[in-house]
């Protein structure tokens, strides 16, 4: 089993959609699904997160007869932002409503509001039969900021960093950073790095790049192994006459694929698709992009895999 592995669960952006022109990239809002040194980190609560669930709880009623054989489920989420794409599937998440369920929510929010207060805002009460408090499982909702570190360490304890601490961690701990870039409307994005061993991914999602790259995340991203960035346009779409789409906190292929070449990064997913673009398109774009380089640029699609280490 591989000890450093991606799953991607949902790859669209804006909003999930159910069309037979979809079915070979998927119509599920943003979610993948990580299982790093024996820990499992889910960057992104959209619909994917749900078939995700599903399978948890698959292997959690299989893994025993009674409830205290089987093994309980533990995770970390981890949220680039709290907008609707990105947490639409974490109330359908089946694994919240078992008392063995321990869950770690990250997530970063204006500096007077609070993450646990927004998603219970936003996702409980007058919007879900349940309240925030009536989740069965063991939810941990911690604001995180810019700079930070998590790490997750062997014994499956989690500790948290301020920036530039002075913390040597263990060959086998997993390290988390993060920055936050505000080319994402309204209160910007978060970019996380994955660390294990001597291997590395970028999550960049939700952001918008800039004439000549985006430095923070070129510095931030350097030499990373994979590197998941959003490619929500065409270039044509973006600088659309009628409708452009400069300002929306999205990037084009283009942008994409520049920040690979500046980050050097060994492979690079495209994700986030626009809802409008079908399985035609998409592959039309593939073409375009992918096929001169079928082993370094991946299209990203529901069930597309990656082994890491």
């Known amino acids: 089993m591989s000890e450093f592995s991606l799953k991607f669960r949902g790859v669209r952006g804006s909003y999930p959609i159910a069309n037979k022109d979809y079915l070979q990239y ?56 709290i907008h609707q794409d990105h947490i639409q599937g974490f109330t359908f998440f089946r694994p919240l409503h078992l008392n063995s369920t321990c869950l770690e929510v990250f997530g970063s929010v204006c500096e007077e509001e609070n993450l646990a207060g927004e998603l219970s805002s936003t996702l409980f009460g007058k919007t879900f039969p ?39 961690p263990n060959f086998d701990d997993v390290v988390i950073t993060c920055y936050k870039s505000y080319a994402h409307p309204q209160d ?22 800039y004439l000549g790259g985006d430095k923070n995340l070129i510095d931030f991203a350097r030499h990373c192994d994979v590197l998941i960035h959003d490619a929500q346009y065409t270039t044509e779409d973006y600088l659309n006459q009628y ?18 070449r500046q980050t050097n990064a060994d492979k690079l997913v495209f994700f986030h698709f626009d809802p409008g673009y079908d399985d035609e398109k ?19 699609y529901e069930g597309l895999e990656l082994e890491i280490l």
Do not use: W
Request: with cysteine; aromatic share 8%.
């Open 26 to 81: 998927g119509g599920n809002t943003a979610c993948v699904e990580v299982n790093v040194g024996g820990h499992l980190v889910v960057l992104d609560a959209g619909t994917g997160m749900i078939d995700a669930g599903n399978e948890l709880m698959e292997k959690y009623i299989t893994s025993g007869a009674t409830f205290q054989e089987r093994q309980p489920i533990k995770a970390i989420v981890l949220l680039s932002h």
């Open 243 to 260: 409708i452009p789409k400069q300002g929306y906190g999205h990037s084009t292929f283009d942008m994409a694929l520049e920040a690979q």
């Open 282 to 300: 998409l592959n039309r774009i593939k073409e375009h992009y992918c096929s001169k380089y079928p082993d370094k640029i991946f299209m990203a």
């Open 188 to 209: 910007g994005v978060m970019v996380y790095k994955i660390m294990y061993k001597d291997k590395s991914i970028v999550y960049a999602t939700d952001k918008e790049s």
């Open 130 to 168: 349940l309240d925030l408090g009536d989740i069965a499982g063991k939810l941990d909702i911690v604001n995180i900021v810019s700079g930070q570190t998590i790490i997750l360490n062997h014994n499956f304890e989690t500790k948290i960093l301020e920036p530039l601490a002075d913390y040597q």
